[in-house]
């Protein structure tokens, strides 16, 4: 008798259909992801390749003016915001409490505003300068030495004044989540306060202070206000001079990709310190470090310290800035002032929505079609965080305004109405690069939101017959209500703040708060900057003081 076969042919595997979140998710990802494959495209195809001349004349001086002052400013931040962590958080001394927030204010200043309270504050014809020739009884500024203002240096002061709460941040969680046992045991074996930094605290907050620090030289790379005003040639005002002066824009795309490339490299050493050294604690058990009491004499000395880099980043852009602010209070009514604010706020208004609902509609996308998808898809999505505004703008302008003239000619055909320039003309430009620059910075709150849901929720309102759109408006929305306003906050925040970005797209005679302390202080008009910047710091601390109390 003959064996019939009656195994039950497996149906095919059903291909999933596109529906509207996956393809939206991939949409976004794309427009996400433009701005920089288009700064390629360019820089590999320029209508007038300038690349050979850059290379001979300007490239090496801008590249090594930027390779030391991120050197400087490595040094700098992880010195100064491991150290201030480090006594913060292993010693009482008086103030301590306090100063656990204070340190962490310089975030509300931006870098070019502390250029210029700080350039105010040491020229010949500043306080310093002119109590010194007073004091002293000299006449000239051949009668004594005073270093260079204007210098790199001092703009590597500014900057460090200015990131080290990146790494005081992640360096201070890194130190508190450590076991008090391990302090313990190295006190036991003769370990003094400086061995027991370098053997014990130091090799385990590594990851956190390297993943500090990389953020800190992303900033630096990126910033413009700052290295201009200090007069110190890099790859960011290397862009503005090529394209702006020199009129090549495929030049300028040839600096931001060695810029681009320079921050993917950092990103690529910052992981790779974070996978190579990995500690984690032995479990929910452990004690928490205990701090020591410090003497009288060395806590007002540990104070002191850590009071430096909050005066220089904090206290003396305030300072300056709100004595000028307040000698001619007439300018708080200048009509260029309200339109600034007005233009702000519109744009970082538009901005942060349009950033957080796409990275919503993203997030929420991805978990839909399948989580290795949003696992690679989540990561690149990132990368316009790291890109530098003028790259960015590079990569926005240039394609957009091709699209435009596009636009403009197909409306002309059709009705015989010149519409003009839409996108480039308009506000639209910026808002577009504003929400490339920092759909990071929502997606990883928007993202960490999602998680801290129970799938259990949404499972059970998609059986109660709620359909995805649904189940997003009455189960997650509700829940990450907090988390949402928290990235509509710190989205705005930086849009705030953001220059080099607005002063490439923005459109002509457009000011905001941010280009208006720009052009006043590049004019040495201080007295009528300081209200806009003193407006940009107030709205700063909002976002820094969210921060400090989120990471209480």
């Not at 590594?206 to 910033?223: F, H, K, Q, W």
């Not at 009491?293 to 904090?314: I, N």
């Not at 960015?392 to 409306?411: K, R, S, T």
Request: proline share 6%; with cysteine.
């Amino acid at each position: 008798m003959t064996q019939q076969n009656t195994q039950v042919p497996r149906p095919a595997r059903a291909i999933p259909r596109p529906d509207l979140w996956s393809l939206g998710a991939f949409a976004i990802a794309v427009v996400v992801l433009a701005p920089m494959a288009s700064v390629l495209w360019i820089a590999f195809h320029p209508t007038e390749n300038i690349w050979p001349h850059l290379l001979a004349t300007v490239l090496p001086r801008y590249l090594a003016n930027t390779l030391i002052l991120m050197l400087g400013v490595a040094v700098l931040t992880a010195a100064v915001g491991t150290g201030a962590a480090w006594l913060t958080t292993m010693y009482r001394f008086p103030g301590r409490g306090w100063l656990d927030y204070v340190l962490l204010f310089p975030l509300a200043i931006p870098a070019y505003v502390g250029a210029y309270a700080l350039v105010d504050f040491l020229q010949y014809a500043g306080p310093v300068q002119s109590g010194l020739r007073e004091v002293m009884g000299f006449e000239t500024a051949r009668d004594y030495w005073f270093p260079q203002v204007r210098s790199r240096g001092m703009a590597v002061v500014v900057l460090s004044a200015a990131l080290y709460p990146y790494v005081y941040l992640l360096a201070r969680a890194a130190f508190r989540e450590q076991s008090g046992g391990s302090y313990e045991v190295a006190r036991a074996l003769g370990c003094g306060p400086w061995r027991l930094f370098a053997r014990v605290g130091l090799p385990l907050a590594r990851p956190a202070i390297a993943t500090g620090v990389a953020l800190a030289l992303m900033e630096t790379v990126a910033d413009y206000g700052t290295v201009q005003h200090f007069g110190v040639q890099t790859l960011t005002t290397g862009i503005f001079s090529t394209w702006l002066n020199g009129n090549n824009a495929g030049g300028a795309a040839q600096i931001a990709g060695v810029v681009l490339t320079l921050i993917l490299v950092l990103l690529g050493l910052e992981r790779i310190s974070r996978r190579g050294a990995r500690f984690h604690r032995v479990g929910r058990s452990a004690r928490p470090v205990e701090p020591a009491t410090l003497s009288p004499a060395r806590g007002w000395l540990a104070f002191g310290l850590c009071m430096v880099p909050v005066s220089v980043g904090f206290l003396l852009p305030v300072a300056v800035m709100g004595w000028h602010g307040l000698r001619r209070p007439e300018v708080w009514l200048s009509p260029g002032l309200a339109e600034a604010l007005g233009n702000t706020l519109v744009t970082g208004g538009l901005a942060a929505g349009l950033t957080v609902g796409a990275a919503i509609f993203l997030v929420y996308g991805l978990r839909l079609i399948n989580r290795s998808v949003a696992r690679w898809i989540l990561p690149v999505t990132t990368l316009g965080y790291a890109a530098p505004g003028a790259v960015l703008a590079v990569g926005i302008l240039i394609p957009l305004a091709a699209l435009d003239h596009q636009l403009a000619d197909a409306v002309l055909a059709v009705s015989g109405w010149d519409p003009g320039l839409m996108l480039t003309g308009t506000a639209a430009a910026l808002v577009l690069a504003y929400s490339v620059r920092f759909f990071g910075v929502a997606q990883g709150a928007v993202d960490a939101a999602f998680g801290r849901i129970s799938p259990s929720l949404p499972m059970a309102a998609r059986s109660l017959g709620r359909t995805p759109g649904g189940a997003l408006r009455s189960v997650h929305l509700p829940l990450m209500r907090g988390s949402v306003a928290t990235a509509l906050l710190v989205v705005f925040v930086d849009c705030v703040k953001e220059l080099p970005a607005t002063l490439l797209l923005r459109p002509f005679n457009y000011n905001t708060l941010s280009t208006r302390v720009f052009e006043l202080a590049s004019l040495e008009r201080l007295e009528e900057a300081a209200p806009a910047a003193l407006v940009v710091m107030a709205v700063g601390l909002l976002a820094v003081a969210l921060l400090a109390r989120t990471h209480r």
